[in-house]
């Protein structure tokens, strides 16, 4: 199952949409809308990052898997960053630049790093090259999750 | 048989194996909602 978290939280999970074109018979993809956005609910608890992070961790429970894939998009990323391994794509073209990432991607500190520089690609993954979903395939497949 | 007859019965049957190919690749979707701590998220 992949769980994906989108970015900018003001955003509804459209955004994410065309993940779908991952999901088969016997894998899932899972999108939700942010605490106070789109379709889901006003919080009475306001906007700190470790509840974005609770309500993740709700959806998991929620779907009923013990263990899943996180795509987390820019915000997204940062929501889901508690989790290893990580698959760090960048797309060459993104106008924070290379050491941006390159500072984000230690941010990660330890373990289960995997950065990938996708050429042709900006900021906005649903506008990159294939070669995008190529990656993120690799990965889900060497790092099974339910 | 006319010539374009044949090309818009050829272009009938595109069409229509297009539509069935994409109804029978079509994922099934479901929305749920979850009550997490303090808001009910849409998934």
Redesign the interface.
Known sequence: MLLAVNMDPGLSSHTMASLEQLAGESFAVVTYDQRGTSRSSEPSGGYELLKYVADLEAVRQAVGAERVHLFGHCWGGLVAVLNLPVLFLWGADDPFGLETAQATRDAFSAAQVEFVVIEECGYLWQECPDDFFSHVRAFLDHAPAD | MKPGFLILMAMLVITLGLAACGQAME?P?RE?K??????????
């Not at chain 2, 979850?34 to 998934?43: E, G, I, N, Y």
């Open positions: 994922v979707t749920v979850v009550q997490a701590d303090d808001v009910t998220l849409h998934v």
